[in-house]
């Protein structure tokens, strides 16, 4: 089966050129003329990019597959243009074993696009034991977290970072990652939004940025120490945007993500009491949110992620309290990006491909040049393209976008994968 | 006698009779509506003079004003009620004047929040006991008969009046209930579409305009 | 205007047509038959989600004294807890014809939910810490019917204003109305930002207490204790309390107010109770009477709709 995409754009800064694709690989880029039987994918007023890479995503299977499926979850990733993303563990149950990783990975056969396993930090993310980390990264887990759970224990993180640091060699070569999430419960108890202004006229009890920077500094105090490779998720506070730049200009092995949504909202989205606008960590002012961006600009975030979190539709339809926090992300990432940040194209595949896909240690077919010979994992995206998001239409089983009734300018018009074409004219082929 | 311009509604109005609204944002209407005169049909001097004659046949049918007692309707009655137990009062001089109340009979009315005008509801006042009185209700303009049942069953809630008469400066006809008034000023052959404004200081048939103003 | 939900909403002149309605409704409630028709037909539910027999109590009989049907709905289970959302428990409600739905919850903001998806008008009757709209017109009545202007009048709300609805809304209406208002509480007890809501923030009442034309004490919860908010409810007593020897110092002119129900010896001592300025009963009385005006108006202007 050959494909070619016609008269495309190659790459964020490169000239317009056909893209030759078979066996899963790009095999010519050039004026390439008539193919008998290949098929034909347009490509004008578009971009050939390398396929997107979410470092940060929940695909709820095995345990709450009313909220996401992996076939649901990876069919919106590459709607989205991603062909990679990394799984959090915190399904039911847990993933947390290599028997865990296999059964996933099963799962994941015949998805629309790569489903690489994060496992967790401690068994059943409880942060009490240790998960068997060298037989997770024996079996190729890369990164570890307990997704939405932090260690609250000091001393056992601390047990967790030296260990990391011994599995270099089974991980085959580099470091094992630990991404993990950063927050004081005893500062964000019973909190559902940034502690500020808003938080106070809407009479929501709030998290301060504390609960994330006190932990961060936390970590990487313990990093410095160990010498481990930590990963901040999901930053939210201009704070540790600041202690995170500081800690790689001391030459610490540290990365950090932000979400797409953490770049466009605030606190003040909060004021509707639309629990679609309820996330984990909270969005904050205006102060971080810019701060983020600049933080994405300057490179002291490696990575954006859309921490694709589903939940059944109902349950965005209990009061702002109650309802489980998280939005969905994957279909809207490109557009929001382009539609909402000053972040370019050139930025975004940075961050939302080559980068994370080095992180999660798949970056040997996954944020690869546009060239012949290499693996064809691509997204041909339009920016000009105007449409307006409604989130039951999205592929994902859930709805809750904060997108939902807005125009954003940008998408994805074909995803190929592993030289498949999973997305066709915006249509899923899988 | 007061001659000052009354704004408010034509209580008997059923959509039609009243000056500018005043501008209630919140919860009152959301548009001014101005009362353009087409013809005067009676001037204030008219008035005055139907004023005095309704109180003589007031006195003349309750043998005095030992049990009258006058109520208004809110709120273009209120005025005519006061002018005409100041000619009562003139006529007939009593240690005491005439008992005088007021009666906001929205709360009694069939059409919760269908009148136009403010729906902001006027405080009643009735300082007196209505048991064994004559109680004389005034209006401005009687017209469908609607607030005149309204205020019926208002009074009835303050006491058992020995009656319930009806005094009204115009009546412009097209009853929809089986209501007569007692004393008219001008009875006065309308259409249904007209709309009728009745003061102190004119009668005048014409139409009301309607500002949309910024809503809240 | 379909729904009250917060006071913010109603503005000063919104809150002047409030008043006003009010006052028409006091003395529907002087009549030898305290009950007018003008909500015949209509049907209001309460919908409570958190027990609290006072405001439930007055709405219904607000309710009952403009002929309104009364609908009584009571979920003082999390709506989680029973697998049903709250979209799906007010569409449940709203299925059996209603006309009004009086929402009282432990959550911010779910009135402003519930009426995204309620045809029927919705009255907050208190959400979470976040408004209690008809708790603060009450209030304003109650200030407003002993002749008092709010224009530069000094109120001082005492207590824990972190987690007081009714502390948010009164300091809206008043500061609309242009008085002068100081919220008065430890830190512990004070939310981040405070002065944003519009208020002077102090930790000391007796610096206040000499110009302070009403003093209102908020109810203290003794779950606060529980999570150090603050050390005893002795200590708070003697700090924040309204003792013998504060009332001294307090105007002989002034009003104590407070929304109910008092702990004896917490916010208020037991010898002062008594004390002629305190307007604890008016506010109960009131509480009537404004919500009277509530439920006509939102549902005068929701039936007849804007101007043509």
Same mark, same amino acid.
Not at chain 2, 151 to 168: E, H, K, N, W, Y
């Given at each position: 089966m050959i494909t070619i995409i016609r008269n495309a754009q190659i790459g964020p800064d490169g000239d317009k050129a056909d893209v030759r694709i078979e066996n899963g690989t790009i095999s010519a880029i050039g004026d390439l003329g008539e193919v008998a039987g290949a098929h034909e994918l347009d490509g004008s007023d578009a971009v050939v990019v390398p396929g997107f890479v979410d470092l940060r995503a929940h695909l709820r299977e095995p345990g709450r597959e009313e909220a996401e499926t992996i076939a649901t979850g990876s069919r919106g990733a590459a709607l989205g243009g991603f062909t990679a993303v990394v799984a959090m563990p915190n399904t039911d149950p847990a993933i947390d074993s290599p028997g865990a990783v296999r059964d996933l990975r099963a799962l994941a056969e015949g998805a629309s696009c790569e489903v690489v396993a994060a496992a967790a930090l401690t068994v059943g993310r409880a942060g009490a034991l240790l998960t068997p980390m060298g037989e997770l990264a024996a079996v190729g887990v890369r990164i570890f977290s307990d997704a939405?759970?932090?260690?609250?224990?000091?001393?056992?993180?601390?047990? +967790?970072?030296?260990?990391? %640091?011994?599995?270099?060699?089974? &991980?085959?070569?580099?470091?094992?990652?630990?991404?993990?999430?950063?927050?004081?419960?005893?500062?964000?108890?019973?909190?559902?939004?940034?502690?500020?202004?808003?938080? %106070?006229?809407?009479?929501?009890?709030?998290?301060?940025?504390?609960?994330?920077?006190?932990?961060?500094?936390?970590? +990487? &105090?313990? &990093?410095?120490k160990t010498g481990c490779r930590l990963h901040v998720p999901h930053v939210s506070a201009a704070e540790s945007v600041a202690m995170i730049a500081e800690a790689k200009a001391d030459g610490l092995a540290i990365t950090a993500d932000v979400t797409v949504h953490h770049l466009v909202f605030t606190d003040a989205d909060c004021a509707s009491f639309d629990p679609v606008f309820k996330v984990t960590p909270p969005f904050r002012t205006e102060v971080d949110r810019a701060a983020l961006e600049a933080g994405v600009l300057d490179g002291t975030i490696d990575a954006i992620v859309t921490d694709h979190a589903p939940h059944e539709p109902h349950t965005k339809e209990f009061p702002f309290d109650e309802a489980p926090p998280g939005v969905i992300g994957f279909e809207t990432a490109l557009g929001a990006l382009l539609t909402d940040t000053d972040v370019s194209l050139g930025r975004i595949v940075e961050a939302m491909s080559i980068v994370p896909a080095q992180i999660a240690g798949i970056g040997e077919r996954h944020g690869r040049p546009i060239a012949v010979g290499q693996p064809a994992n691509l997204a041909v995206v339009d920016l000009d393209h105007e449409w307006s998001v409604d989130g039951s239409a999205m592929a994902s089983r859930s709805h809750n976008t904060p997108w939902h009734g807005r125009v954003l300018r940008g998408a994805v018009r074909h995803t190929i994968f592993e030289g498949d074409v999973v997305v066709d004219g915006g249509e899923a082929q899988r | 006698m007061s001659t000052r311009p009354e704004t408010g509604a034509g209580s008997d109005a059923n959509g039609a009779d009243e000056q500018t609204d005043a501008l209630a944002p919140v919860f009152g209407r959301r548009a001014a509506r101005t009362f353009v005169a087409r013809t005067e049909v009676l001037t204030n001097d008219d008035i005055s003079r139907a004023v005095r004659r309704m109180a003589h046949e007031i006195l003349e049918r309750n043998h005095g004003l030992h049990h009258v007692v006058i109520v208004g309707l809110e709120r273009g009655g209120v005025p005519i009620a006061h002018a005409i137990a100041a000619a009562l009062n003139h006529i007939d001089p009593q240690p005491d004047d005439?008992?005088?109340?007021?009666?906001?009979?929205?709360?009694?009315?069939?059409?919760?929040?269908?009148?136009?005008?403010?729906?902001?509801?006027?405080?009643?006042t009735m300082p007196f006991d209505v048991t064994d009185r004559h109680v004389i209700l005034c209006d401005d303009v009687l017209f469908t008969g609607r607030t005149v049942r309204a205020a019926l069953d208002a009074v009835t809630d303050f006491g058992r009046p020995r009656s319930i008469q009806l005094a009204v400066l115009v009546d412009r006809g097209h009853r929809e209930l089986p209501i007569r008034p007692d004393y008219v000023g001008k009875n006065l052959p309308t259409s249904r579409s007209e709309s009728v404004q009745a003061t102190l200081a004119g009668v005048a048939i014409g139409e009301y305009r309607t500002t949309e103003t910024d809503a809240p | 205007m379909k729904d009250l939900l917060t006071i913010d909403q109603l503005g000063a002149s919104g809150i002047d047509e409030i008043m006003q309605a009010a006052d028409a409704m006091a003395e529907v409630c002087a009549r030898p038959v305290p009950k007018v028709p003008a909500l015949k037909g209509r049907t209001v539910a309460s919908m409570f989600f958190e027990d609290s027999t006072r405001t439930r109590t007055s709405f219904e009989t607000a309710a009952r004294r403009l002929s309104a049907d009364v609908l009584n709905f009571s979920a003082s289970s999390s709506s989680v807890n029973k697998g049903e959302s709250l979209r799906d428990t007010v569409e449940t409600i709203e299925a059996m014809g209603v006309d009004a739905i009086v929402v009282r919850h432990r959550s911010s903001g779910a009135p402003q939910q519930i009426a995204r998806w309620a045809k029927a008008s919705v009255i907050n009757g208190g959400d979470g810490w976040h408004a209690h709209p008809t708790q603060s017109l009450l209030d304003v009545y109650t200030i407003r019917e002993e002749g008092r202007r709010f224009d530069g009048l000094n109120i001082a709300i005492v207590g824990d204003i972190s987690h007081? $609805?009714?502390? $948010?809304?009164?300091?809206?209406a008043y500061r609309a109305l242009g008085a002068n208002v100081t919220v008065v509480a430890p830190p512990t007890l004070l939310p981040p930002h405070v002065e944003t809501l519009?208020?002077?923030?102090?930790?000391? =009442?007796?610096?206040? /207490?000499?110009?302070?034309?009403? =003093?209102?004490? =908020? $109810?203290?919860? @003794?779950? @606060?204790?529980?999570?150090? /908010?603050?050390?005893?409810?002795?200590?708070?007593? $003697?700090a924040f309390g309204l003792t013998l020897d504060r009332a001294r110092t307090l105007p002989a002119s002034s009003l104590i107010m407070h929304p109910g129900p008092m702990n004896r010896g917490v916010e208020i001592s037991p010898e002062v109770i008594d004390d002629p300025r305190v307007r604890v009963l008016n506010q109960v009385t009131n509480g009537v009477i404004v919500r009277m005006a509530v439920l006509y108006l939102v549902l005068s202007s929701a039936a007849g709709g804007s101007a043509p």
């Amino acid at each position: 089966m050959i494909t070619i995409i016609r008269n495309a754009q190659i790459g964020p800064d490169g000239d317009k050129a056909d893209v030759r694709i078979e066996n899963g690989t790009i095999s010519a880029i050039g004026d390439l003329g008539e193919v008998a039987g290949a098929h034909e994918l347009d490509g004008s007023d578009a971009v050939v990019v390398p396929g997107f890479v979410d470092l940060r995503a929940h695909l709820r299977e095995p345990g709450r597959e009313e909220a996401e499926t992996i076939a649901t979850g990876s069919r919106g990733a590459a709607l989205g243009g991603f062909t990679a993303v990394v799984a959090m563990p915190n399904t039911d149950p847990a993933i947390d074993s290599p028997g865990a990783v296999r059964d996933l990975r099963a799962l994941a056969e015949g998805a629309s696009c790569e489903v690489v396993a994060a496992a967790a930090l401690t068994v059943g993310r409880a942060g009490a034991l240790l998960t068997p980390m060298g037989e997770l990264a024996a079996v190729g887990v890369r990164i570890f977290s307990d997704a939405d759970r932090t260690v609250s224990d000091t001393g056992l993180m601390r047990r +967790i970072m030296e260990y990391a %640091t011994g599995l270099t060699a089974v &991980a085959g070569g580099e470091p094992i990652v630990l991404s993990h999430h950063c927050d004081d419960v005893h500062l964000s108890a019973g909190a559902h939004m940034h502690e500020g202004e808003w938080s %106070t006229h809407l009479g929501i009890r709030g998290v301060p940025r504390e609960a994330e920077t006190i932990m961060l500094a936390r970590d +990487i &105090a313990l &990093a410095r120490k160990t010498g481990c490779r930590l990963h901040v998720p999901h930053v939210s506070a201009a704070e540790s945007v600041a202690m995170i730049a500081e800690a790689k200009a001391d030459g610490l092995a540290i990365t950090a993500d932000v979400t797409v949504h953490h770049l466009v909202f605030t606190d003040a989205d909060c004021a509707s009491f639309d629990p679609v606008f309820k996330v984990t960590p909270p969005f904050r002012t205006e102060v971080d949110r810019a701060a983020l961006e600049a933080g994405v600009l300057d490179g002291t975030i490696d990575a954006i992620v859309t921490d694709h979190a589903p939940h059944e539709p109902h349950t965005k339809e209990f009061p702002f309290d109650e309802a489980p926090p998280g939005v969905i992300g994957f279909e809207t990432a490109l557009g929001a990006l382009l539609t909402d940040t000053d972040v370019s194209l050139g930025r975004i595949v940075e961050a939302m491909s080559i980068v994370p896909a080095q992180i999660a240690g798949i970056g040997e077919r996954h944020g690869r040049p546009i060239a012949v010979g290499q693996p064809a994992n691509l997204a041909v995206v339009d920016l000009d393209h105007e449409w307006s998001v409604d989130g039951s239409a999205m592929a994902s089983r859930s709805h809750n976008t904060p997108w939902h009734g807005r125009v954003l300018r940008g998408a994805v018009r074909h995803t190929i994968f592993e030289g498949d074409v999973v997305v066709d004219g915006g249509e899923a082929q899988r | 006698m007061s001659t000052r311009p009354e704004t408010g509604a034509g209580s008997d109005a059923n959509g039609a009779d009243e000056q500018t609204d005043a501008l209630a944002p919140v919860f009152g209407r959301r548009a001014a509506r101005t009362f353009v005169a087409r013809t005067e049909v009676l001037t204030n001097d008219d008035i005055s003079r139907a004023v005095r004659r309704m109180a003589h046949e007031i006195l003349e049918r309750n043998h005095g004003l030992h049990h009258v007692v006058i109520v208004g309707l809110e709120r273009g009655g209120v005025p005519i009620a006061h002018a005409i137990a100041a000619a009562l009062n003139h006529i007939d001089p009593q240690p005491d004047d005439v008992p005088l109340g007021t009666l906001d009979a929205s709360f009694h009315r069939d059409d919760l929040g269908g009148q136009p005008g403010s729906i902001i509801p006027a405080v009643t006042t009735m300082p007196f006991d209505v048991t064994d009185r004559h109680v004389i209700l005034c209006d401005d303009v009687l017209f469908t008969g609607r607030t005149v049942r309204a205020a019926l069953d208002a009074v009835t809630d303050f006491g058992r009046p020995r009656s319930i008469q009806l005094a009204v400066l115009v009546d412009r006809g097209h009853r929809e209930l089986p209501i007569r008034p007692d004393y008219v000023g001008k009875n006065l052959p309308t259409s249904r579409s007209e709309s009728v404004q009745a003061t102190l200081a004119g009668v005048a048939i014409g139409e009301y305009r309607t500002t949309e103003t910024d809503a809240p | 205007m379909k729904d009250l939900l917060t006071i913010d909403q109603l503005g000063a002149s919104g809150i002047d047509e409030i008043m006003q309605a009010a006052d028409a409704m006091a003395e529907v409630c002087a009549r030898p038959v305290p009950k007018v028709p003008a909500l015949k037909g209509r049907t209001v539910a309460s919908m409570f989600f958190e027990d609290s027999t006072r405001t439930r109590t007055s709405f219904e009989t607000a309710a009952r004294r403009l002929s309104a049907d009364v609908l009584n709905f009571s979920a003082s289970s999390s709506s989680v807890n029973k697998g049903e959302s709250l979209r799906d428990t007010v569409e449940t409600i709203e299925a059996m014809g209603v006309d009004a739905i009086v929402v009282r919850h432990r959550s911010s903001g779910a009135p402003q939910q519930i009426a995204r998806w309620a045809k029927a008008s919705v009255i907050n009757g208190g959400d979470g810490w976040h408004a209690h709209p008809t708790q603060s017109l009450l209030d304003v009545y109650t200030i407003r019917e002993e002749g008092r202007r709010f224009d530069g009048l000094n109120i001082a709300i005492v207590g824990d204003i972190s987690h007081s $609805r009714v502390a $948010r809304s009164n300091v809206a209406a008043y500061r609309a109305l242009g008085a002068n208002v100081t919220v008065v509480a430890p830190p512990t007890l004070l939310p981040p930002h405070v002065e944003t809501l519009g208020a002077s923030v102090s930790h000391d =009442l007796d610096a206040v /207490l000499a110009d302070t034309d009403v =003093l209102y004490l =908020l $109810r203290m919860q @003794r779950e @606060r204790m529980d999570q150090a /908010l603050v050390p005893s409810l002795g200590e708070y007593h $003697r700090a924040f309390g309204l003792t013998l020897d504060r009332a001294r110092t307090l105007p002989a002119s002034s009003l104590i107010m407070h929304p109910g129900p008092m702990n004896r010896g917490v916010e208020i001592s037991p010898e002062v109770i008594d004390d002629p300025r305190v307007r604890v009963l008016n506010q109960v009385t009131n509480g009537v009477i404004v919500r009277m005006a509530v439920l006509y108006l939102v549902l005068s202007s929701a039936a007849g709709g804007s101007a043509p």
